[in-house]
């Protein structure tokens, strides 16, 4: 049912591309220029004149494009309808399917025969790829001149490394980019009379470390803890150094563990096992894991995302004063920082407006992911109206958007799902296994777990 709805779709869409070209026609003027792109999209050759949203507004036939979004139709009026109407085209209606993009899920909205044009992968895409719903973008993306340079090159590397054909094709346009840096209390630093991090020139893992040692140190009966890498030092913000490599833990087609033969991964590990064996600093009781060293204004810097200002330190700008901010280290000077992702939009295969709903993957990408402090919906933005921009103020914001994010393997491997790095890290920061040791129990372990999923 799919496919035949699918074919009376581009039948009609090739109808309405041919009478709006030949409308174009009649014109006295551009004739030559109207016939040359018609016959270069129809035959899709490589040098396709640009179909601007603004021809593609004027021209267009009243559409609705159907968008998959997980949290409910008042959500998606105020955060998708509300805030993106002066960008989307206005001959389009956004209608919401507002479920997940989850197997269960889709299987259900398929059975009822419900179809959405465009769906948020906030989920990753396997589910979409299971059900045979995911078509790349980039014929869209030639037929409409898209600039592909406007976005972050590491996170449209990672969304071509992410084809599951292998082919490196583009899955998607980008939302919001992730990005990280280093928060440091002004006050600690004082204290050990240690001067401020450079807010232009990221430090390296090394100088970092040769921080943490200086600034872990009961001073007026005070336990200080030099750095802080999320809650115990053993939580995802601890596997940014590993990021900034931009490696595969496995091999994406057979599933082998590549760990131990991994100079990178044997580097990092390197680095937590240095960094957990300062006096003082990692505290393997459980309580480590629920206790914010960093909001309690006991550890001297912290690695984590721009919006941990608010939902990390309380979100009123008196808590935040002598909090300052700087980029993300890295291995070495001029290095790469963490490889970058942004939860994508995505088109259906079987989608019945896929133009108009790449059309509405644009003008979020546009919105959501080119620039975020020029944004006016971002919270970080001197030109947003969001309550929480006071928070923001007079601090260096843009040391989370001004590095380049390490560039991935040409193919992702699923099989890294496999490999628990973060949930490992315990075990290496108690001290009861050497670096080898900890290779070989990680890699037996991921092995096993890749095993009995190829057996399933």
Known sequence: MCRSKRNWTMIIIFICLGLLFWGCSQSSEGNSNTENRTNNINNNEENVDEVTLEEWDDNGEPVTVKVLYPWGEDNFESD?????????????????????????????????????????ANWGIDDLVELGMLEPIDDYVEKY?????????????????????????????????????????????DLFGVSYPDPENPMTWSEVLDLAVQMTEERNGVQYYGLEMGAGLTTEEATFPLREFGINLTDPDTGNVLISESPEFKQYVEFMDKLYSIPGLYDPSDEAREIDRFAEKSAAMNI?????????LGGDPKDVENVGVAPIPVWEEGGKGPQLYAHPYVLNKYGENKDAGFQVMLAIAKVDAMDPLKSPYTEFSPNSNNENYPLYEEKNMKVFWNYEGAIPPK??????????????????GEGNMDINEFLRVLKEESEIKIKETKLK
């Open 80 to 120: 998708i309808v509300e805030k993106f109407q002066d960008e989307i085209p206005k001959n389009i209606t956004l209608e919401c399917v507002c479920t997940a993009a989850q197997l269960e899920s889709l299987e259900e909205m398929n059975a009822n025969e419900i179809t959405p044009d465009i769906m948020f």
């Open 145 to 189: 001149g898209v600039d592909l340079s406007e976005f972050d090159e590491s996170v449209i590397a990672t969304y071509r490394a992410m084809d599951p054909d292998g082919e490196g094709q583009l899955i998607g346009l980008p939302t919001f980019v992730d990005t990280v840096g280093l928060f440091y209390n002004k006050e600690i630093f």
């Open 304 to 312: 984590s995302w721009p919006g941990y200002l608010r939902w990390g």
């Open 411 to 428: 193919k992702i491997s699923k099989w890294d799902d496999y490999v628990d790095v973060e949930g490992s890290l315990p075990r290496l």
